[in-house]
């Protein structure tokens, strides 16, 4: 089942800060996110696999609930570079597929 | 090193014809997917092989669509009879699988398939 992802856009402002909130129906055994730029392909961010862990990536990090069955990307102080669309994935039970989210549009305007 | 390789990278066909994808993924990753993507919508994930067998094919959108792959590296997407809804770009990812599941995927640049 695809995990639901809010906001499905956010326009920013360079500097700004945002959140991404990714959350499933199934229980989350790990969550992966990635950023795919207009007209290329998907690049790997990071992965959480513990409740509760945070991961970073520049000014980018993760944290993931298990109980709550969801994860949040942060992004700190947005750049331009920032700019594309984020999915987060996870796993389906027995790990014999992988699900992806519908995306959301992140735009960082100057 | 080289990364994920796929060919051919656009591809027009006719309706009907059919065509074949290649995805090449980088040396040593035992796992291989195949995704999906429509224009402007998310990654609809087809088919996964770890090493040469495809566990579940239940993503697979048709039973014109088969994929296999050999010698545990590279892997052939086919799409049969293609129909219109068929068009979209088709990207193929690799990883490692390490003992607590998938790790990060690395895509290759996609094929896009535009049936006329």
């Known amino acids: 089942q695809q995990p639901v992802q809010s906001p499905q856009a956010v326009i920013l402002r360079e500097g700004e800060d945002a959140v991404i909130n990714c959350s499933s129906s199934?229980?989350?055994?790990?969550v992966h996110w990635y950023r795919q730029k207009h007209g290329e392909a998907p690049v790997f961010l990071m992965i959480?696999?513990?409740?509760?862990e945070q991961k970073g990536h520049d000014k980018i990090s993760a944290s993931f609930n298990e109980k709550k069955q969801q994860s949040s990307l942060y992004l700190t102080a947005s750049q331009l570079s920032y700019s594309g669309t984020y999915f987060c994935?996870?796993?389906?039970?027995?790990?014999?597929?992988?699900?992806f989210g519908p995306g959301t549009r992140l735009s960082v305007l100057p | 090193g080289a990364g994920v390789s796929q060919s051919p990278s656009n591809k027009v066909t006719e309706k009907g014809k059919d065509v074949e994808l290649r995805c090449d993924p980088i040396?040593?990753?035992?796992?291989l997917y195949w995704y999906r993507q429509s224009l402007g919508q998310g990654l609809e994930f087809l088919i996964y092989?770890?090493?040469?067998?495809?566990?579940?094919k239940s993503g697979l959108p048709s039973d014109r669509f088969s994929a296999e792959r050999t010698g545990g590296s590279v892997s052939t997407l086919t799409i049969q009879r293609t129909q219109q809804e068929d068009s979209a770009v088709y990207l193929c990812?690799?990883?490692?699988?390490?003992?607590?599941?998938?790790?990060?995927?690395?895509f290759g640049p996609g094929t896009r398939l535009t049936v006329t």
């Open positions: 990812a690799s990883s490692y699988r390490s003992g607590r599941g998938p790790s990060e995927q690395y």
């Open positions: 199934k229980a989350l055994y790990s």
């Open positions: 959480l696999l513990k409740g509760g």
């Open positions: 994935g996870t796993p389906g039970l027995g790990g014999q597929n992988f699900v």
């Open positions: 040396s040593g990753h035992t796992a």
């Open positions: 092989f770890q090493g040469n067998s495809a566990p579940d």
